[in-house]
């Protein structure tokens, strides 16, 4: 059974730079996709960023220029830089591991990332 844990979510000013990780404790064979969701108080959690072990990332618009996500070279364990954040960016993050043909999907536990002055 693969477990995600995630770390890296905090306090932080507006405009200023958090690094979220999530570490797979086993691996999904073949392509599969490490993916950052986040999910604001009364929103529904969305899609922020997506890394396949193919090397494909893109990040969503919203975040564009100022999040960049990367993968180990392992492909174990997902990252989200996060530049200049706005108070619009809190929320709980979520990483998502999952095979890209469906057959396996797994979700971590969910750090909290709050920008306030």
């Known amino acids: 059974q693969v477990q995600l844990v995630e770390s890296g979510g905090g306090l932080v000013q507006p405009g200023g730079s958090l690094t979220l990780s999530c570490t797979a404790s086993g691996s999904i064979p073949g392509f599969n996709g490490m993916d950052w969701y986040r999910q604001a108080p009364g929103k529904e959690r969305e899609m922020v960023a997506t890394a396949t072990n193919g090397g494909w990332t893109n990040v969503v618009d919203s975040v564009k220029g100022r999040f960049t996500i990367s993968r180990s070279s392992d492909w174990n364990t997902v990252y989200l830089q996060m530049n200049s954040l706005k108070p619009e960016d809190t929320a709980v993050y979520y990483c998502?591991?999952?095979?890209?043909?469906?057959?396996?999907?797994?979700w971590g536990q969910g750090t909290q990332v709050t920008v306030s002055s």
């Open positions: 998502k591991y999952y095979a890209l043909d469906g057959t396996a999907n797994y």
